[in-house]
């Protein structure tokens, strides 16, 4: 496999969400997600019904993806913030260490200098967990003592049932 | 690379339908999200030319249900096959968990085939993937084409390490949920080694 798979726990998982939900609150952000550079949404806060954030995490991960295919092009290493400007909501993208991804929804309430002051000093908070779940990862990986998965017991009966057989 | 959330209890993971142009990958998830139950499956997002053909990526997530305690969710992606877009098809394979390689058993688009996979090989390689290791299956589209090659012939030019191999139709929906199916149970199964 060409990376560790990403496992979150309980415990990280609760302080990166308290991390977004600060964020949202001090940059008046209608909703901040934090996705995997691979396009899956790991947090959400804010009103994060009014969006269908599936779709949200994919394509901002699309984003993400092509515009440092760009970056590599022009001879960058990446554009580690994209912005979008909309008419009345606007999208703050930003990188956070290797594989995540922030995503700042705001409008009139907040503005851009706020949004990225904010998004700076969330993003090196985050980066201490990632830190965090990457060498726990690589620990387990190094000893062989890793977490027993609860996927260990999987079954074909279990898959079938998966696809209604 | 497969994202594990054990405080919300979910799994998900990504298949990527790869296949020369026109071999039916757009048409496979097309079929699959029409036939998924609405509740389970997400919005199809495609990023597609005016005429239809895949610029970037077709998209759709699909809860399947749970196993072991926790909910799979199965992300498909399918990658633009046209042989200029490259770039994109790079980034698309980016922390995949199994492919899907649709071939076109048409006999004029062998070739297109057997070039596919070899980009396949080198563009898994360069995001640290081994085609020879990672979960792969091998879906032999069109087959009710009058052109179509006999499956010893396709599987004499395309099978190459006993992947699990499925004859289909996919804008008829045959063989389409088989395929999935096989590419999930090799999924699970690399956890369940993992």
Redesign the interface.
């Known amino acids: 496999?060409?990376?560790?798979?990403?496992?979150?726990?309980?415990e990280?998982?609760?302080l990166l969400t308290e991390i977004i939900n600060r964020l949202e609150k001090d940059a008046s952000a209608k909703v901040v997600f934090l996705v995997?550079?691979?396009?899956?949404q790991?947090a959400a806060a804010g009103d994060v019904k009014s969006i269908?954030a599936?779709?949200l995490a994919?394509?901002t991960a699309?984003n993400v993806?092509?515009t440092?295919?760009l970056a590599k092009l022009i001879g960058e290493k990446e554009f580690s913030l994209l912005f979008h400007e909309g008419e009345k909501d606007n999208l703050h993208i930003s990188i956070v260490g290797k594989r995540g991804i922030l995503v700042v929804i705001f409008d009139q309430n907040s503005s851009l200098a706020l949004v990225r002051l904010r998004v700076k000093k969330a993003s090196k908070e985050l980066q201490e967990i990632f830190d965090q779940v990457e060498n726990r990862a690589q620990r387990e990986s190094d000893s062989g003592s890793?977490f027993e998965?609860?996927?260990?017991?999987?079954t074909?009966e279990?898959?079938d049932?998966?696809?209604g057989d | 690379m497969t994202f594990i959330n054990y405080a919300s209890r979910e799994i998900n993971c990504k298949i990527v339908y790869y296949g020369p142009g026109l071999c039916g990958k757009t048409t496979n998830i097309q079929w699959i999200f029409e036939q998924a139950n609405p509740e389970k499956r997400g919005k199809l997002v495609s990023l597609a030319t005016e005429t239809d053909r895949t610029l970037f990526f077709d998209f759709l997530p699909l809860d399947m249900g749970t196993v072991k305690g926790f909910k799979v969710r199965f992300h498909l992606y399918t990658v633009p096959g046209q042989v200029f877009y490259d770039a994109s098809r790079k980034l698309i394979l980016r922390g995949c968990d199994g492919i899907i390689f649709v071939a076109d058993s048409q006999k004029a688009r062998m070739e297109a085939n057997i070039e596919s996979i070899a980009n396949l090989a080198t563009n898994l390689k360069e995001n640290g993937f081994d085609i020879r290791t990672i979960p792969y299956v091998l879906q032999l589209n069109k087959r009710d084409m009058p052109s179509a090659v006999g499956v010893t012939e396709i599987e004499r030019l395309l099978r190459f390490r006993n992947e699990p191999m499925i004859e289909a139709v996919a804008n008829k929906g045959t063989g389409v949920i088989d395929t999935l199916k096989a590419s999930a149970r090799q999924i699970l199964m690399e956890l369940q080694r993992a």
């Open positions: 496999m060409a990376k560790l798979d990403l496992m979150l726990f309980e990280e998982y609760t995997d550079k691979n396009g899956q790991i269908d599936t779709s994919s394509l699309g993806a092509a440092d295919g890793r998965s609860p996927f260990s017991e999987i074909d279990d898959i049932r998966l696809f």
